[in-house]
């Protein structure tokens, strides 16, 4: 785990409190979203921002997302490239096939 993560608890608190207001995680979020993950960088901080919060905008604003979301696939920044795959985890048959498999091809 990094060791000098300040505010870690406070952190998940914010991503549990906005999981919860979904008018306000949107597109015009992902530059903070982005920050926040490659700030966070360790798997369980970085894999709610991924799932719950990043996901959300793709889900319900693709069209927007899209392009940032394709762009972190071969960001140097690990944590933005595993973001990128496992953003539409829980989507099920809204899952952007396409999206998915790009991502994980160029990753191979």
């Known amino acids: 785990m990094p060791t000098a993560q300040p505010h ?36 369980d901080y970085v894999d709610s921002l991924a799932i ?14 899209t392009p940032k979301i394709r762009a972190w696939i071969d960001d ?3 944590w933005l490239r595993r ?3 496992i953003g539409q985890v829980g989507h099920k048959g809204a899952t952007d096939t396409g999206l998915l ?3 994980c091809a160029r990753r191979m």
């Open 83 to 85: 973001s990128a795959i």
């Open 52 to 65: 719950h919060l990043v996901g959300r905008v793709l889900l319900n604003q693709r069209n927007a997302a």
């Open 8 to 43: 870690r608890e406070e952190k998940y608190f914010s991503i549990g409190i906005a999981k919860n207001y979904t008018e306000f995680v949107c597109a015009e979020n992902i530059d903070l979203y982005r920050r926040l993950i490659v700030e966070g960088a360790w798997w």
């Open 101 to 103: 498999f790009e991502a």
């Open 76 to 78: 140097p920044d690990m």
